[in-house]
């Protein structure tokens, strides 16, 4: 099994920045694919972005891109979330997700493990 905690949510005014962070643990060896997703009130989770178990290859969604940077330190089993330009609609309950994958999956039904969610406030 793979534990994720995610951490670094807040408050933040627009055009400010936060990074989250996923700590991950459990099996150390399983090449685990890692992606963000959001859930604002009232609205389906929707994917924001994905990295490969390498760190080679990643993904965004069109929503953030440009915007988010997303990374991980497999020596410290942790994946981030650098975001930038922060706008109100990017409010929103923040997930992180592991794979057991290679590649960079956006679906959720490809995401085999969930942390518990951080929440992240953009004001105007």
């Known amino acids: 099994q793979v534990q994720l905690v995610e951490s670094g949510g807040g408050l933040v005014q627009a055009g400010g920045s936060l990074r989250l962070s996923c700590a991950r643990s459990g099996r150390s060896l399983v090449r685990n694919a890692m992606g963000w997703f959001r859930q604002a009130p009232g609205e389906e989770r929707e994917f924001v972005a994905a990295?490969?178990?390498?760190?080679?290859?990643?993904y965004y969604a069109d929503s953030v891109k440009g915007r988010f940077t997303i990374s991980r330190d497999n020596a410290k089993n942790t994946v981030y979330l650098q975001m930038n330009s922060l706008k109100p609609e990017d409010t929103a309950v923040y997930y992180c997700?592991?794979?057991?994958?290679?590649?960079?999956?956006?679906?959720?039904?490809?995401?085999?493990?969930w942390g518990q969610g951080t929440q992240v406030t953009v004001s105007s």
């Open positions: 997700a592991a794979a057991n994958a290679l590649a960079v999956p956006t679906t959720r039904r490809e995401y085999n493990y």
């Open positions: 990295i490969s178990w390498s760190g080679s290859n990643t």
